[in-house]
């Protein structure tokens, strides 16, 4: 976060000092989001489909970043074996 979602003031710490809102709570939710978002990346990369699934979802119910909404349809577009939609919990897909 770059800008005070209260003023739009330019963010130098956690409390804007144009309007003094304390944006530390976001700020830490921006944070585990990103965290999330490359914890996703590397199960992905390593072959890990299910993590990367968990990962992903855990940030994107943090922030709505375009990345991770991108990896997410990424993800969902791989054609996945039957044992990987049961472990997945999407066996109703196959129904």
Not at 10 to 18: F, G, W
Not at 70 to 82: D, Q, T
């Amino acid at each position: 976060m770059e800008r005070c979602s209260v003023c739009k003031g330019r963010l130098k710490d956690n409390t804007c000092s144009r309007c003094g809102a304390d944006l530390a709570i976001p700020l830490t939710i921006e944070q585990q989001a990103a965290s999330k978002l490359h914890q996703a990346l590397e199960q992905l990369s390593i072959g890990n489909l299910e993590g990367a699934v968990l990962e992903i979802e855990r940030s994107l119910q943090l922030k709505r970043e375009p990345l991770a909404l991108a990896l997410y349809g990424f993800i969902n577009s791989i054609p996945l074996s039957k044992l990987q939609m049961d472990v997945l919990g999407m066996r109703e897909v196959l129904q």
